[in-house]
Each structure stands twice: as structure tokens, then as C-alpha cells.
């Protein structure tokens, strides 16, 4: 990558160009410090992993993906403190040509500390090198990395020892006159007054390339990676990858590659309901998918509705071997297909891949330090927390699957939206996920109604007052209540439910306290009712449904 491209999409990226020049500023300084605590927050985990050992450096995303942030403020900030564009690559060659060609203390003691080969090697790579619009970053990382004066794990301390005090300075310069002789304290022969931000823009951005050298990564990968992470939320979302199951055959246009047994249907209604405390269950057509789910752990966290992803995986996917599975959609038609992308080996992944966003969202929750029971607090509440480093992380372990071919974009969608609908759920404890596969979307509604084809376990009958508001409202309360209570309700026990029709016959129960209790000890899921009305009266029968397992 060329550094004259790079710099164009640093310009063409910078969100905040519509600030202040002086909110400019300190929104990039601010970032590159914020970065630079990153990268060595990144670098203290590679030095913990190694036991501190550090004889061997290994290539390490984490670290180049930090490297790349802390170039692209470097980047950044030049851009915002200077009017014409310079290049700090540029700028930092100059300045290491000065220091070995003075005749001053500091000169002599670099050179003896380089050794004349070095020296010599340097002076000699300078007589090729580019200028800014040929330049590439490996043109700038070969030669820079000549002038290093250490090696191995000293080096390392060097550069990100000096990247803190260059961040230092930067910020001390805009400190009141009387702080800067109170408070600022800048380190022997490190002041301002000697240091231009143009040159320590350069320092930083020679600590970035040893840095990467160190851990054998070139600049122009990092820039890619770095280019690759700041577009992926600005990438044309109107073009979704084609559904899996339904891309075309090549020999038979027109034809679909699946039979439709073998597709995700156009439209799909699920309902997912509490069948006990801290136990749920997931329903299509009247008909259970899988099998009932608890949180499997000692802390109730509400994982047990985690099948929201697998839905959201699904629509904005179009990928989901284990909703396939529970639907009985798998692709038999063609072997491999069925084996490698429908098999358990694929749902395994994806359970996996929930099981690694889930712990991410975790993490971030408590780093934030977010209040609330583990069952309330929103995970990922912006889609900004979905981060790049997440997706990357995702992306390696379906690196195998045809899932590979979606866009970040569609997987950052996927798990915000997951994880939003996995929030409405802990909250409701149920509801009905309608997924619409042709435009890629899903809504919810925490009423349900399991169009159950299940065991009569309760019958309650309730007649009210045609001439009493809401009449058909309260006689089907009362019917329902009987049905659960075998017994007529009273006062108290209408506190405990909250009815929701979604059509004329058919409704949505919610309740609490010891009407809960009850429904769950009877095993109800749903139920049937039915009106009769009179001159003076309405009239409701209910059943209470079950879905009891042999």
C-alpha cells in the first residue's frame, strides 16, 4: 500500500472533520494517547501469555491490530495540527539523517551506539528513497528500522517507553504557560521547546514500525488491517450476501440449487416461552425445536434464550446449522453439503461462536461496570460495541463454512441484532420472533401463543356482564385462571395475570407470583378459548393446554 493512499483514507475517515480545529485536535490527541495505552495493555497480555518471556516474538493480531490504531491517529493528528499535508515518514528520515550527520555530543553517541555499518547502510538506503507519492510503507519500516539502537525485549521497552513520553509532551503543550512549569515535568532534554509535534508525530511513528519489526509485521499489513477495520460500519449495507440455500443453480438458471424442504421458508414465526424458573422453551407451528433450555450455570444470566442468535444468524445470515437442524431443513439432496455445512461439526461452531459473543458481551458489561442482575443488564447496547476485533475473532472460526463469504458488516448486524432480541427476551422471560427471510429483518412481541396440538390439563368456564367494559376481557381471565386453579378466582388472584388478544379467540397469558407457579407445576403452554354471548352476558370456556414429554 502506498503511504499517499493511506493518507487519503485517513482524510476520507475522519468523523470529527466537521469539529472545531481545536475540538479536532483534542479528540486525535486524545485517541493516539488512548491507543498508545492500548497497545501496551495488548503487548502486557502477549508478555503474560510468554511467562514474560519475550526471546521469541510471535506474530500477534491483537498487537498489530493496536499498532494500526495508533497509526491511524498518528495519521490523524497531522492532519489536524498541520495545513499542508506533510508526511511524517518523510519528516522522521530527515530528522534521523540530522542526528547522524551533526557534529554534536548526541550525534556522536547515536553513531558509536549504531556502529559505521549501520551509519554507512543508512546514508546508502537514503539515496533511493521515495518520495511521498511513490512511497510505499515498507520503504519507510527497512530503512527506519536500520537505526535501531537495541534489540529484542529492550527495544520494545525503548519504544513504548518513549511513545508514553511523546504522548506526554503532545498534551503538555496545550497546558496553561504557569502549569507548564508546576505540573509538566518533561523528561531531561525531551521539552517542547526542542520537539515539534511534527517531529514527535515522526518519533511515534518509528516506535510503530520497530514495534511491528519486532513482531515480524509489515507496515503496509498493518495499514490493510487498520484500512479493513475503519470501513467495515460504512459499507453499503444494501447488498446482503444471497441466502445459502437458495442461490441459483448454474447449469438450470432459474431453478434453486435446494428443493424447498430443504430452504429457510420466505416467512417464519417462532415462540419462545418460560416453562419453569430459569427454563425455556422454543416453538414452531405448534411443534417444540430442541430441547428445553436452562442457563447451565449456578449464576442465573438468562443464556437460556441465547437461541436468539441462532434466529438472527439465520435472517441476517443466512446461516444457522442448528435452526436448520431443529427445522428438519437440512440440505440431505447433497452430501457434502450435509455434512460439512448442516453437520454437527458446523452447529458445534455456531454454538461456539454464541458462547464467544456472549462472553465479549460480558466482559464489556463489566468493564463498564453496568448495574443490575445478570438477567437485566443490556449486553452490546450500541452496535459500536460490536467490535471489529470481535468479528475477526468470529470470522476464524467459520473460516471453512460458506459463511465466510458475508460481509462484517452483515456480522456486526447479526450480532447486535441477536443481542438485542436476546435482551427483550431475559427481560420478558418470552415472546414471538417473526423472521422474514426475503427482507432480512425480524421483529418481537413479548405476547405468544403456542398453537399447541397438546394434552387438555385444565378447563375453567366465566360468564360476564355484556353490559361491563372490556366483559369479554374478563370473562376469559376468569375462565383462564380456573382452568390453572381448578378453582374459581378471587380478588388477589386476578393481580397475578395480564391477558393480551392477539385476534378474536386467541390470546396471551402473562403472570407472576403464585399464579406462575401453578402454570409451571401443571405444565401449561397455552390456551384455547371460546366466547358465547347473550343479550345481557358474555360467556368464555378456556383450556389449559400442555406439551407434557413421555
Known amino acids: 500500500m502506498l503511504v499517499s493512499e493511506y493518507n487519503k483514507?485517513?482524510?476520507?475517515?475522519?468523523?470529527?472533520?466537521?469539529?472545531?480545529?481545536?475540538?479536532?485536535?483534542?479528540?486525535?490527541?486524545?485517541?493516539?494517547i488512548g491507543e498508545i495505552g492500548s497497545l501496551v495493555s495488548a503487548i502486557k497480555k502477549q508478555l503474560l501469555g510468554e511467562h514474560g518471556e519475550t526471546s521469541a516474538f510471535g506474530r500477534n493480531e491483537e498487537i498489530i491490530e493496536e499498532l494500526g490504531d495508533v497509526m491511524w491517529y498518528c495519521f490523524a493528528l497531522s492532519q489536524v495540527l498541520f495545513s499542508s499535508e506533510i508526511n511524517i515518514f518523510t519528516q522522521n528520515i530527515a530528522f534521523l539523517k540530522h542526528e547522524l550527520s551533526s557534529d554534536d555530543e548526541r550525534s556522536s553517541s547515536v553513531q558509536d551506539l549504531l556502529g559505521s555499518g549501520k551509519t554507512a547502510s543508512f546514508f546508502e538506503g537514503i539515496k533511493g528513497f521515495p518520495n511521498t507519492?511513490?512511497?510505499?510503507f515498507e520503504d519507510y519500516q527497512s530503512l527506519a528500522f536500520v537505526t535501531a539502537r537495541t534489540e529484542g525485549k529492550i527495544l520494545l521497552e525503548v519504544c513504548l517507553t518513549s511513545m508514553w513520553q511523546i504522548g506526554a509532551l503532545l498534551l503538555g503543550e496545550y497546558l496553561p504557560e504557569e502549569e507548564k512549569e508546576l505540573a509538566f515535568i518533561p523528561v531531561k532534554g525531551a521539552s517542547l521547546r526542542k520537539n515539534k509535534p511534527a517531529k514527535l508525530l515522526g518519533d511515534i511513528a518509528w516506535y510503530v514500525s520497530a514495534i511491528a519489526s519486532?513482531?515480524?509485521?509489515?507496515?503496509?499489513?498493518?495499514?490493510?488491517?487498520?484500512?479493513?477495520?475503519?470501513?467495515?460500519?460504512?459499507?453499503?449495507?444494501?447488498?446482503?450476501?444471497?441466502?445459502?440455500?437458495?442461490?441459483k443453480h448454474a447449469v438450470l438458471p432459474g431453478q434453486y440449487l435446494y428443493p424447498e424442504k430443504e430452504r429457510f421458508p420466505d416467512e417464519l414465526t417462532i415462540q419462545i416461552v418460560s416453562?419453569?424458573?430459569?427454563?425455556?422453551?422454543?416453538?414452531?407451528?405448534g411443534t417444540q425445536l430442541g430441547d428445553d433450555l436452562t442457563d447451565n450455570s449456578v449464576k442465573k444470566d438468562g443464556y437460556?434464550?441465547?437461541?436468539?442468535?441462532?434466529?438472527?444468524?439465520?435472517?441476517?445470515?443466512?446461516?444457522?446449522?442448528?435452526?436448520?437442524?431443529f427445522l428438519g431443513r437440512k440440505r440431505k439432496?447433497?452430501?457434502?453439503?450435509?455434512?460439512?455445512?448442516?453437520?454437527?461439526?458446523?452447529?458445534?461452531?455456531?454454538?461456539?461462536?454464541?458462547?464467544?459473543?456472549?462472553?465479549?458481551?460480558?466482559?464489556?458489561?463489566?468493564?463498564?461496570?453496568?448495574?443490575?442482575?445478570?438477567?437485566?443488564v443490556r449486553l452490546f447496547p450500541e452496535e459500536s460495541h460490536v467490535t471489529f476485533k470481535l468479528i475477526k475473532t468470529v470470522q476464524r472460526y467459520i473460516k471453512d463454512l460458506e459463511v465466510r463469504a458475508c460481509k462484517v458488516w452483515e456480522w456486526s448486524t447479526a450480532i447486535f441484532q441477536g443481542m438485542e432480541l436476546y435482551h427483550q427476551l431475559k427481560v420478558h422471560k418470552q415472546g414471538t420472533i417473526k423472521l422474514d427471510f426475503v427482507n432480512r429483518s425480524h421483529s418481537f412481541t413479548p405476547?405468544?401463543?403456542?398453537?399447541?396440538?397438546?394434552?387438555?390439563?385444565?378447563?375453567?368456564?366465566?360468564?360476564?356482564?355484556?353490559?361491563?367494559?372490556?366483559?369479554?376481557?374478563?370473562?376469559?381471565?376468569?375462565?383462564?385462571?380456573?382452568?390453572?386453579?381448578?378453582?374459581?378466582?378471587?380478588?388477589?388472584?386476578?393481580?397475578?395475570?395480564?391477558?393480551?388478544?392477539?385476534?378474536?379467540?386467541?390470546?396471551?397469558?402473562?403472570?407472576?407470583?403464585?399464579?406462575q407457579a401453578k402454570i409451571w407445576a401443571k405444565k401449561v403452554i397455552s390456551y384455547r378459548v371460546s366466547f358465547a354471548s347473550e343479550p345481557d352476558k358474555v360467556s368464555c370456556t378456556a383450556l389449559a393446554l400442555s406439551d407434557v414429554k413421555d
Not at 133 to 136: L, T
Open 133 to 136: 507519492q511513490r512511497m510505499h
Open 275 to 285: 416453562i419453569g424458573p430459569g427454563q425455556a422453551r422454543m416453538y414452531c407451528d
Open 333 to 376: 439432496s447433497d452430501e457434502v453439503v450435509d455434512e460439512a455445512e448442516d453437520g454437527a461439526r458446523a452447529k458445534i461452531i455456531e454454538e461456539q461462536i454464541i458462547s464467544a459473543i456472549y462472553f465479549e458481551g460480558r466482559r464489556q458489561a463489566d468493564l463498564r461496570e453496568d448495574e443490575g442482575d445478570s438477567e437485566t
Open 447 to 515: 405476547h405468544t401463543h403456542v398453537n399447541l396440538k397438546g394434552s387438555v390439563v385444565g378447563l375453567g368456564t366465566a360468564v360476564s356482564s355484556d353490559g361491563d367494559q372490556g366483559a369479554k376481557l374478563n370473562a376469559a381471565t376468569d375462565a383462564i385462571m380456573e382452568a390453572v386453579l381448578d378453582r374459581k378466582p378471587n380478588a388477589s388472584d386476578r393481580l397475578q395475570i395480564c391477558l393480551h388478544f392477539l385476534d378474536e379467540e386467541t390470546v396471551s397469558v402473562t403472570a407472576k407470583g403464585n399464579l
Open 214 to 247: 519486532l513482531y515480524d509485521a509489515k507496515l503496509s499489513d498493518i495499514a490493510e488491517f487498520n484500512v479493513r477495520k475503519s470501513r467495515y460500519r460504512s459499507t453499503d449495507k444494501k447488498e446482503h450476501t444471497p441466502l445459502f440455500d437458495r442461490a
Open 304 to 325: 437460556r434464550f441465547h437461541d436468539a442468535l441462532h434466529l438472527t444468524n439465520a435472517v441476517y445470515l443466512g446461516w444457522s446449522p442448528v435452526l436448520r437442524s
Open 9 to 32: 483514507f485517513v482524510k476520507d475517515t475522519l468523523q470529527f472533520a466537521d469539529r472545531s480545529t481545536k475540538e479536532q485536535r483534542e479528540i486525535a490527541l486524545y485517541g493516539l
